[in-house]
Every structure is written in structure tokens, then in C-alpha cells.
């Protein structure tokens, strides 16, 4: 297979994520196609120079759909504000393009339902940015489990808290309102417990929840106006899975000190399998041996032994890091490309997690237990 261009709209925290990948994967692993990075897209157009330049792009561009079209672009990654997800999706498979985008997929259930249509007729490959899922000691988590390391699993506890909206006085930004940012905390955080949950226990069947809006209004920075904050800053949820298994899921915006904590549990007949994103290199396991003088929870700790951790390091303890996970997601994107297999999560997969935060929502303003799959399509 010949080189493929990247073209990438967005120069913030996910598209310096999404650059810094795509330079150093061949570095990595060595088994995907050569890429090239060929278009950096942003506004003003004097930006998009300046950030093309540092992130090694040899072209800039300030118009979006000048880069969808362009054909020297085979992949185009978007990182942009989550009102723009559909519209640049949607354009660039018509365009032929692969598509790497940023969760969540879309603002609604209904756009979102709209970007796996086109993927699903387009012939091209999509992945959304759950790198989470890539974490080398989150697979063998998922293989413990499969294994039945910790027995049979009979029910999930997980949180995913951050503090950036903590703070009454946090300026009021684009992410507080509906039009532009969708769902809050459950679209911002909530969609990756989602993703490990499932990898974890199996499709989501029902849930019964309720959210809450901790600061209802911000300040507008540099005015004495404040605005109402529209979507969501905590929500919680009672799980039932498909398997008929339990779960617990709570999100929020709003956890002073938090910063990047993804907490699960995993409880089975024979053990427990535990996790914290801010020790992202450590798996907890406790398995009842019979020997009460013995048993206790036991760290293993991320090395070569989980792969693909050692094609970044050799030796255990070294430790791998967010950019790192979203080099193996890029990865997994570019052995999808050339060997003709889906990608993982691809628009197909990644619209049945927005199914569930969606559910949860849904339910929240119904006070009532929804199904997922038949979680109405129309937002509020």
C-alpha cells in the first residue's frame, strides 16, 4: 500500500494527541503503512500555519472542507468542538476518505445514527477516539475476565470524575449548552465508562437515572453577565446488562481533585478485578484462594508481558501514557485500513454507546427505567 495522507482538523489537546500519534507509530510498531501528514486545518487560517509547522504538516489550510476533498488526504482525523462531528464526518466519507473522530460521534442519537449510515455506505474506515480502550492492562483485564479468572462476573461498579467545572466561577464556554456541546458530563466523560463497561460485561440493556446540574449559571469571562448552563454535571445510573447482570455508573464535571479518575470494579463469583485510570499501569486483582491467613488484592503492574506495551518499552515499570494509547488506537486504525478488517470502535460500535449515555439521559428527563435499544431517538 502506497503512503496515506492525514489530514487533521484541529489543533487543541485531542488534535496535538491525534499529530503526535501518527509521527511516531511507524516508530512504534513498524507494521502499518507509511503515513504522511499531509493537511493541518484550523481557524484563522494564520493559525493553521503557525500549528502545521509544529506539528510537522507540510500544508495548512483555514477551510475544513477544502480538506475533506483534497486528494492527497486519504484519512481525516476530527478533534473540533462536537457540533462540527457530523457535518465534517458525513462530508469527508462522501469524499471517499477514512474517518478517525473524536467521541462523542455527534450532538444527538439521531446525528450520530446519520454518521454510521454513511460510514456503513461508503466503504471506508472509521474509528472514534475511545483510546481507553487501548490501555495494554485494560485487555488483560478484559482476558481475566473472559478467562474466568475472577469467576463468573455478576455485577459492575465504575465513576469517571473530573474537576474542570468544579468551580462556580469557571467561565461559561460552548460545552454548557446543548446546541453546541450536546450532552455534558455523560457526552464529555460518561461515554468512556461506557466503552469499558461494555468490553467488560456485555451490551447495556436498561437503566434507570437521574442527572443534576450542580452550577446552573457562569460567568461570561470578561462581563458581569452570567448564562445558564444547560446540560448536565453529574449523572448516575442503575445498570441492568443484556446477560442480565448489575452495574452502577456515575459521572461528574464537578469532583474537586479529580482529574482524570476512571474507576471500575469487576465482581465475580470468585474475586474482584479493580482499576484507577490515574494509576493507568496497575490492575488490582483479588481471587479467593480458600486461605483467609493469604488472601488479599494483588498489583500487577503493566509491562511487555501485556502487549503491545513493549514495543514502547522493555522493561516493566516504566510506565505508558495517554499519547501512547492513542498511538496504539492509530494503530489498530491503520491495520483496519490495510487489511480490510473494521476498526474498533468504528461508527457502528461507537453508536452503541451513545445509545447508552443517551438512555441515560432520556431516562433522567422521564424519571423512569429506559430501554437502550429503544431509547427514543429525539432529544429533549
Not at 255 to 282: P, Y
Request: hydrophobic content about 40%; aromatic content about 6%; glycine content about 10%.
Amino acid at each position: 500500500m502506497t503512503s496515506l495522507g492525514i489530514g487533521l482538523i484541529g489543533t487543541g489537546f485531542m488534535g496535538k494527541a491525534h499529530a503526535l500519534a501518527y509521527r511516531s507509530v511507524n516508530a512504534v510498531f513498524g507494521d502499518v503503512p507509511d503515513v504522511r501528514l499531509e493537511l493541518l486545518c484550523d481557524q484563522p487560517a494564520d493559525k493553521a500555519g503557525d500549528m502545521a509547522r509544529q506539528f510537522g504538516f507540510s500544508r495548512a489550510t483555514g477551510d475544513w472542507r477544502e480538506l475533506v476533498s483534497d486528494p492527497a488526504v486519504q484519512i481525516v482525523c476530527i478533534t473540533t468542538p462536537n457540533k462540527m462531528h457530523a457535518q465534517m464526518a458525513i462530508a469527508a466519507l462522501e469524499c471517499g476518505k477514512h474517518v478517525h473522530c473524536e467521541k462523542p460521534m455527534g450532538l444527538t442519537l439521531d446525528e450520530a445514527m446519520r454518521m454510521e449510515a454513511a460510514a456503513e455506505g461508503s466503504g471506508c474506515k472509521t474509528i472514534v477516539g475511545y483510546n481507553y480502550l487501548a490501555n495494554p492492562i485494560y485487555q488483560h483485564a478484559r482476558k481475566l475476565v473472559r478467562e474466568g479468572a475472577i469467576g463468573v462476573p455478576v455485577h459492575f461498579r465504575g465513576f469517571v470524575d473530573e474537576d474542570y467545572q468544579a468551580d462556580p466561577e469557571t467561565a461559561w464556554t460552548w460545552r454548557a449548552i446543548r446546541a453546541e456541546a450536546g450532552l455534558g458530563a455523560l457526552g464529555d466523560l460518561g461515554c468512556h465508562l461506557v466503552s469499558l463497561m461494555q468490553g467488560l460485561m456485555g451490551a447495556v440493556a436498561t437503566v434507570v437515572a437521574d442527572v443534576d446540574t450542580v452550577h446552573k449559571m457562569r460567568p461570561v469571562e470578561g462581563s458581569a453577565e452570567r448564562r445558564p448552563v444547560e446540560n448536565e454535571d453529574i449523572a448516575n445510573a442503575l445498570v441492568r446488562f443484556e446477560n442480565g447482570t448489575t452495574g452502577l455508573f456515575s459521572t461528574s464535571r464537578t469532583a474537586w481533585g479529580r482529574k482524570s479518575r476512571i474507576g471500575w470494579e469487576v465482581h465475580g463469583t470468585t474475586g474482584m478485578i479493580c482499576f484507577e485510570q490515574e494509576r493507568m499501569n496497575e490492575l488490582q486483582i483479588y481471587q479467593n484462594t480458600g486461605n483467609k491467613g493469604l488472601d488479599g488484592f494483588r498489583t500487577i503492574l503493566a509491562g511487555p508481558a501485556h502487549p503491545p506495551y513493549g514495543n514502547f518499552c522493555p522493561a516493566p515499570g516504566h510506565q505508558l501514557g495517554f499519547n501512547d494509547l492513542k498511538t496504539i488506537e492509530v494503530r489498530n486504525f491503520l491495520q483496519a485500513i490495510a487489511g480490510g478488517h473494521r476498526a474498533h470502535p468504528d461508527f457502528k460500535t461507537a453508536l452503541e454507546l451513545e445509545r447508552v449515555i443517551h438512555a441515560i439521559d432520556r431516562s433522567a428527563a422521564l424519571k423512569r427505567l429506559v430501554s437502550v435499544n429503544r431509547a427514543p431517538v429525539d432529544d429533549r
